[in-house]
């Protein structure tokens, strides 16, 4: 059954997000639905990924912006302002300049989300996050941040480039980031052109580059490559921060709260590094996806999102973790990245999920990362344990979908988790099979009269191969 807010959820969440309307920080996608000011909504179908993955030939980007504080009229608090888009957008119809204007209007405060207390700094140390709004007819928006010390001398505020786009590829908008600073720094002037070239480029296929002309004042003219990872379904994230925070065996605990859509908080000092590790966490749930509140970075005035009764994955800064300690909450895993603790936990972690399966996944990590592995090689041997999990457990699913004649399937739930032969990891797929991280997996495999060509599929066609070559050998010593 397709999941409903209950009326506390109605209330608490409808009443914190109101002043959004249509854009809301979320990870699923869905279609409209009606009143949307109470509720927020669930998806109705699932992704292969948490982020969407685009084969190429897309543009990049649909908005740069620049973000930057202004002292409002009253008091001496600042709020943030867009004081440049790029490209200016003319000849909108009244609906999609509605859409457009709720859209921007959103975006300041995901880029200042740590209040509008600020003070003009001689130093400040650039970080570089991210965050995801999404609509109610699904459609996902990207904001890629960098914010800085502008250029200049003495005191000043800082500012945020925020790049919008539909494209999930952290890695290559963060390059992208580094050329719109650099240029920043002679004028803004100089972004024009770059940018320009850059939309009117179309996205690369997975392991393609597109290379891009660009001139700058004093320096010439440059070509700026960038490449797509050929492995996209894990070109959203960089598990670098989530290793250098936490244990393999905390990160596991992590997974087995998120597999039972549970409420997790992460706090840390840095966007940089809430942004990175709570990417990095929903991003081992791959196949499925997280289908509840999402938000990297919590803005100040949307805190009592940690009071919702629902599953929620948030990061909070570490400046309001006296605030969320005394919040009212009910079962939640509190995660302090600054010092690789959990704060609060539900208790059980270590045993949701199959003893043998957590010593696979245990083993596969401490196998060690070599200093001289590139970014992907990185996030290959840190995902591929967690994908091997839900193939050992769930990769059978296609075989427990009957068809029609119509071709519309119908999954056979209790055949399905009766056909593991380990107890342990029956009881675990009993649970696992009534969340909505599977459910909307499912829903999507029912319409599909053949299973999605991915990395997924690719895996448990390998595992089945492997058990095949073992059964002879098993015959032969016997």
Request: aromatic letters at 10%; charged letters at 25%.
């Given at each position: 059954?397709?999941?409903?807010?209950?009326?506390?959820?109605?209330?608490?969440?409808?009443?914190?997000?109101?002043?959004?309307?249509?854009?809301?920080?979320?990870?699923?996608?869905?279609?409209?639905?009606?009143?949307?000011?109470?509720?927020?909504?669930?998806?109705?179908?699932a992704?292969?990924?948490?982020?969407?993955?685009?084969?190429?030939?897309?543009?990049?980007?649909?908005?740069?912006?620049?973000?930057?504080?202004?002292?409002?009229t009253?008091?001496?608090?600042?709020?943030?302002?867009?004081?440049?888009?790029?490209?200016?957008?003319?000849?909108?119809?009244?609906?999609?300049?509605?859409?457009?204007?709720?859209?921007?209007?959103?975006?300041?405060?995901?880029?200042?989300?740590?209040g509008?207390?600020?003070?003009?700094?001689?130093?400040?140390?650039?970080?570089?996050?991210?965050?995801?709004?999404?609509?109610?007819?699904?459609?996902?928006?990207?904001?890629?941040?960098?914010?800085?010390?502008?250029?200049?001398?003495?005191?000043?505020?800082?500012?945020?480039?925020?790049?919008?786009?539909?494209?999930?590829?952290?890695?290559?908008?963060?390059?992208?980031?580094?050329?719109?600073?650099?240029?920043?720094?002679?004028?803004?002037?100089?972004?024009?052109?770059?940018?320009?070239?850059?939309?009117?480029?179309?996205?690369?296929?997975?392991?393609?580059?597109?290379?891009?002309?660009?001139?700058?004042?004093?320096?010439?003219?440059?070509?700026?490559?960038?490449?797509?990872?050929?492995?996209?379904?894990?070109?959203?994230?960089?598990?670098?921060?989530?290793?250098?925070?936490?244990?393999?065996?905390?990160?596991?605990?992590?997974?087995?709260?998120a597999?039972?859509?549970?409420?997790?908080?992460?706090?840390?000092?840095?966007?940089?590094?809430?942004?990175?590790?709570?990417?990095?966490?929903?991003?081992?749930?791959?196949?499925?996806?997280?289908?509840?509140?999402?938000?990297?970075?919590?803005?100040?005035?949307?805190?009592?999102?940690?009071?919702?009764?629902?599953?929620?994955?948030?990061?909070?800064?570490?400046?309001?973790?006296?605030?969320?300690?005394?919040?009212?909450?009910?079962?939640?895993?509190?995660?302090?990245?600054?010092?690789g603790?959990?704060?609060?936990?539900?208790?059980?972690?270590?045993?949701?999920?199959?003893?043998?399966?957590?010593?696979?996944?245990?083993?596969?990590?401490?196998?060690?990362?070599?200093?001289?592995?590139?970014?992907?090689?990185?996030n290959?041997?840190?995902?591929?344990?967690?994908?091997?999990?839900?193939?050992?457990?769930?990769?059978?699913?296609?075989s427990?979908?009957?068809?029609?004649?119509?071709?519309?399937?119908?999954?056979?739930?209790?055949?399905?988790y009766?056909a593991?032969?380990?107890?342990?990891?029956?009881?675990?797929?009993?649970?696992?099979?009534?969340?909505?991280?599977?459910?909307?997996?499912?829903?999507?495999?029912?319409?599909?009269?053949?299973?999605?060509?991915?990395?997924?599929?690719?895996?448990?066609?390998?595992?089945?191969?492997?058990?095949?070559?073992?059964?002879?050998k098993?015959?032969?010593?016997?």
């Open positions: 059954m397709p999941y409903r807010p209950k009326k506390m959820e109605r209330q608490v969440v409808g009443g914190i997000l109101r002043h959004f309307r249509n854009w809301l920080p979320r990870h699923g996608a869905g279609p409209p639905q009606d009143n949307l000011g109470e509720v927020v909504k669930e998806p109705e179908r992704q292969e990924h948490c982020l969407p993955n685009f084969a190429g030939g897309q543009h990049f980007f649909e908005y740069l912006l620049v973000v930057s504080l202004k002292k409002k009253s008091g001496d608090d600042y709020e943030p302002t867009i004081t440049y888009q790029f490209p200016k957008r003319e000849n909108l119809l009244r609906g999609q300049q509605e859409e457009e204007e709720r859209l921007l209007g959103a975006i300041p405060l995901f880029c200042f989300p740590d509008n207390e600020w003070a003009p700094l001689t130093e400040y140390p650039r970080e570089t996050f991210s965050f995801v709004l999404t609509n109610v007819d699904g459609s996902r928006k990207i904001g890629y941040c960098r914010r800085l010390l502008p250029a200049g001398r003495g005191p000043r505020l800082p500012r945020v480039y925020c790049i919008i786009s539909c494209i999930g590829c952290f890695g290559l908008f963060s390059k992208i980031l580094d050329e719109v600073e650099k240029r920043h720094q002679i004028s803004m002037a100089a972004i024009y052109p770059f940018m320009q070239g850059l939309r009117e480029a179309a996205f690369p296929a997975p392991g393609k580059t597109v290379t891009l002309k660009s001139f700058i004042p004093d320096s010439g003219t440059e070509f700026i490559s960038l490449t797509r990872p050929l492995d996209s379904h894990l070109e959203h994230v960089d598990f670098s921060s989530l290793l250098r925070c936490l244990s393999f065996e905390q990160i596991l605990q992590i997974f087995a709260s597999v039972l859509e549970r409420k997790i908080i992460f706090l840390a000092e840095g966007l940089s590094t809430l942004s990175q590790c709570i990417h990095a966490a929903a991003a081992l749930l791959y196949p499925f996806s997280w289908a509840h509140t999402y938000i990297p970075v919590v803005p100040e005035s949307l805190l009592a999102t940690v009071c919702c009764p629902t599953p929620f994955m948030v990061g909070v800064q570490m400046r309001f973790r006296q605030e969320v300690m005394e919040s009212p909450m009910e079962e939640v895993l509190l995660v302090n990245l600054c010092e603790t959990f704060l609060m936990s539900v208790g059980d972690e270590k045993d949701i999920l199959p003893p043998k399966l957590q010593e696979d996944i245990l083993e596969s990590l401490g196998q060690g990362i070599k200093g001289s592995q590139t970014s992907e090689q990185i290959e041997h840190v995902s591929g344990p967690f994908v091997q999990f839900f193939v050992k457990t769930v990769g059978h699913y296609a427990y979908i009957k068809r029609e004649a119509n071709g519309q399937g119908h999954f056979q739930e209790r055949a399905f009766k593991l032969t380990s107890k342990a990891n029956r009881r675990f797929v009993k649970k696992f099979v009534k969340t909505q991280l599977f459910s909307l997996f499912i829903q999507e495999a029912e319409k599909s009269k053949n299973p999605p060509a991915g990395y997924f599929q690719q895996k448990i066609l390998e595992y089945e191969e492997r058990k095949k070559q073992k059964k002879p098993e015959k032969t010593l016997k």
